[in-house]
Nanobody, 122 residues
Framework: QVQLVESGGGLVQAGGSLRLSCAAS????????MGWYRQAPGNQRELIAA???????NYADSVKGRFTISKGNAKNSVDLQMNSLKPEDTAVYYC????????????????WGQGTQVTVSS
């Protein structure tokens, strides 16, 4: 059974930073691509960052230049560094991974984490 577990969420003031981590029960190289989604109350879940098995990255316009997705130091984790946070970044953040082929950069989400809350105060 494949599991994804997010960590690193919390409360931060606007302009601050947080680093999220997604730990997988498999090496990340087992996945074709991984990504981070977020969902704010009343909004649809949106893909904000993706990374392919080859290390190619893609970002939503809303986070480009502020967020960075990367492979973690451990071979089974993917991180999301979030800088210059804004109140509108407040959401539950989910890690997702594709085992099968990915229509890049749209992470389909064969596997999902349980989510971690990020709250940015003004």
């Amino acid at each position: 059974q494949v599991q994804l577990v997010e960590s690193g969420g919390g409360l931060v003031q606007a302009g601050g930073s947080l680093r999220l981590s997604c730990a997988a029960s498999r090496t990340i190289f087992w996945f074709n691509a991984m990504g981070w989604y977020r969902q704010a109350p009343g909004n649809q879940r949106e893909l904000i960052a993706a990374i392919s098995s080859g290390g190619v990255t893609n970002y939503a316009d809303s986070v480009k230049g502020r967020f960075t997705i990367s492979k973690g130091n451990a071979k089974n984790s993917v991180d999301l560094q979030m800088n210059s946070l804004k109140p509108e970044d407040t959401a539950v953040y989910y890690c997702a991974a594709d085992r099968g082929s990915t229509v890049w950069p749209h992470i389909r989400g064969d596997y999902w984490g349980q989510g971690t809350q990020v709250t940015v105060s003004s």
